[in-house]
């Protein structure tokens, strides 16, 4: 039990930030890390066996996650549950700031399913397109083609609400 | 080739995801084109911000309420088989199939040895009954009715057996009679 409590603690950051950003909130990211972790738990031999631990976590977290996704639609913003802002910071500053996070959060939410766990994993967890093809269990070239569309889609939601704001 | 043709590859290109060759031909396509240039640089940016937006840590509390969660549960899962629920459960319900099940021995030995008194007097119909129901099966299996029969074979007459002897002679036949005093010829 002591090993795989270390086990954990080498890899709950990767499993519970992964989580949040596909799911938007913490109490559920919370729920899917905790049975992400009893599902390696109870397939520890098969794991590594397998020997790629990350590659196995990634790819039950996703899974986890849009199983939670399918039972829940609300959310609660993903800026509530991170550090606050530094202190000593301006107020007004802080507010446009906290605007800003909210919505570049939000532009996660403007994804499809697939197109955001492809994203995340890219750009995010810094995952190559074969790694993230593994992860996701799909090809590469479907995987880039998710990546691309979903880039495009951020940047335009994100130049829609900054112009609106402007 | 149109820019909505360029629009996936200079997307793959903002993150870095082109061969070197593919992304000389974009960056050759970019210089030309300023629609594309743009959507180029707004791809650079927003990726920027998103990264930025996700770069802030999560409070190391949440990570101890995950762990803390897991371990428990994990300990709820190895506790011992002598005190899981169930095997309490499995225990008591042994326990009430073999009293359900137990065979009921006084009254096969009612059916298998009848009184004794019994032959000596033809029973009432009365208690007929009650040795039917006293030697009545638990499995409703068809039985015979021993005391009856008991009763019946005593009860009847007793006949002397006769014994017929043939001489040479056709016209000397000698009759033994048993079972009574009488033997004749």
Not at chain 1, 17 to 43: C, H, I, P, W
Not at chain 2, 14 to 37: F, K, N, W, Y
Request: proline content about 6%; charged content about 25%.
């Amino acid at each position: 039990m002591a090993a795989f409590e270390s086990l954990m603690r080498q890899y709950e950051r990767m499993v519970l930030v992964t989580a949040l950003r596909l799911l938007g909130n913490m109490e559920d990211a919370k729920d899917a890390s905790q049975e992400v972790f009893l599902r390696l738990y109870r397939n520890l031999r098969k794991v590594e066996a397998s020997s790629n631990l990350s590659g196995w976590l990634y790819r039950v977290t996703v899974n986890v996650c849009h199983d939670m996704g399918r039972k829940k639609t609300a959310s609660v913003p993903m800026e509530e549950v991170l550090e606050p802002a530094t202190p000593g910071a301006d107020a007004q500053e802080s507010l446009a700031g906290a605007e800003r996070q909210r919505v570049l959060h939000m532009s996660l939410r403007m994804l499809s399913e697939k197109e955001r766990a492809a994203l995340v994993l890219r750009d995010l967890e810094g995952l190559s397109t074969l790694e993230v093809a593994q992860a996701l269990g799909s090809t590469e070239a479907t995987v880039r083609s998710q990546i691309s569309h979903a880039r495009v889609k951020v940047k335009d939601f994100m130049e829609r609400y900054f112009r609106r704001r402007v | 080739m149109s820019c909505s043709e360029w629009e996936e590859r200079i997307a793959l290109h903002a993150g870095g995801d082109l061969s070197p060759v593919d992304a000389e031909a974009v960056e050759r396509h970019v210089a030309e084109c300023a629609t594309c240039q743009e959507l180029l640089s707004g791809l650079r940016q927003s990726e920027e911000l998103l990264r930025g937006a996700h770069a802030e840590p999560v409070d190391s509390a949440h990570y101890a309420a995950v762990r803390a969660r897991v371990m428990s549960e994990l300990a709820g899962e190895r506790r011992p088989w002598w005190r899981q629920a169930w095997v309490y459960g499995l225990v008591a319900a042994a326990v009430l199939l073999a009293v359900s099940l137990r065979p009921r021995q006084p009254q096969t030995v009612a059916v298998m040895k009848p009184a004794p008194v019994t032959p000596v007097l033809p029973a009432p119909p009365a208690a007929h009954e009650a040795v039917r129901q006293a030697a009545a099966p638990v499995h409703r299996r068809p039985r015979r009715k021993p005391a009856v029969k008991t009763v019946e074979t005593v009860t009847a007459p007793a006949e002397p057996l006769v014994v017929k002897l043939i001489t040479d002679d056709p016209d000397v036949v000698i009759y033994w009679i048993t079972g009574s005093e009488t033997k004749g010829e």
